[in-house]
């Protein structure tokens, strides 16, 4: 059973990269160009400056993620799933090696852009944060059930442009409540800035819910 | 071997669809809520009144885009894909089996919202047609190019609001022409109706290359 070796193999992540090294891991994961990279952009610029930061980023194809990560000082894997549509513990696996593990505090997974595939394929984050932008349109959230449920927070992003698309905020955010009752949402602006706060705040949480 | 079995059923699903029933089938794919059901909804409006139409279409889960066509009153397939990424040959050819291949002029296939996994699973449409939009970022052709290559035309949707994420269009079909030089693209408003006529001209010219 292929998803319970993949299942396992997280676990050990985990186990290596948050308990052994003390390491706080978050998965950012969502729709194409909902704005994960931005978001984790956005944090990494708020960071304290003795904050050391590690990066794996999966994408399709490129570098094109990577390259902006990099341009912020951090240090940076890049994955290309190519015809694999998600990241899973392996590529991970094999992607921490080009990292300094015993340098880094933090580290940021951005998974491939994709609301299907990597609901079944845990990484071994403290937090999966599953990003959707509102110009998707509001029907997102209930179109994709599992995926919600799979993940700890959910981030609607891009609400500057809500208007655009006549999104309605409120409706996306109480299918959230209906989907993953436990789930927190946060509203975002990558792109201004809005809701790092909150969305920072839930993070720093989620380092301390087992230590 | 999966993927010849698929594209054989595929192949059968064009000669018994499109030759034996003289159905023109156009395929709809791209990212989540990049307009794809918007921009069908636009040509089922400008259809003239004789035309008969009939969609399949897949979502994870539930029935938001089926619905909206259904108030368009043609006929309708629902297919929920559940953890299956992409239609296959075999979920369309049992969505046929709620329409009538014999009323039917025109046939609509929008897929899951997926830049991956729908590369390769033609499902023998006359014309596959990828929907992104330019909120999505600019830099999403170069990111995916084999799901660029696996299709006919390219759309770029939602161009009224590209400014507000900064996409370059020029650079976004300079893309698609380095990654796909035979490739059109369209640039549309699925909202504001802009862009419709060239596109259905394309799917028109698709109808006829082969009779
Ligand atoms: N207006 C607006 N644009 C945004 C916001 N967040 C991101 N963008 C823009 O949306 C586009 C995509 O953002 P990215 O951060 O690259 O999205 P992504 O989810 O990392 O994309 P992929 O990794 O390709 O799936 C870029 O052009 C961003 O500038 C936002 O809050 N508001
Ligand atoms: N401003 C603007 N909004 C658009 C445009 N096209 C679609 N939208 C909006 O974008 C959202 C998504 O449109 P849909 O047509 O549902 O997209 P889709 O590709 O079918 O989505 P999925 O089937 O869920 O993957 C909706 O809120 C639409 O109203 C456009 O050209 N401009
Ligand atoms: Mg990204
Ligand atoms: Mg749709
Ligand atoms: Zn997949
Ligand atoms: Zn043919």
Redesign the interface.
Known sequence: DILAQFAEQADDLHERVVHDHGIFVAEFLG????GKTRLIERLIERAPDDEEIGVIVG????E?DATRFRELGVSVANVN???E?HLDPGLVEDALAELDLDALDTLYIEN??????P??FPLGAQARVLV??A???D??V?????LFQACDGAVIN?V??AD??NADLDLMESDVSEIAPEMPTFRTSA?HGDGLDDLAGYLEERGHVHA
């Open positions: 729709a194409t160009g909902s994408d399709v194809a490129g094109d799933t190519g015809k549509c491939v852009g994709n609301m299907v595939c609901a079944d959707v932008s110009t998707e349109g029907d997102v209930r179109k994709h059930p599992l891009k500057d442009i655009a698309v792109e």
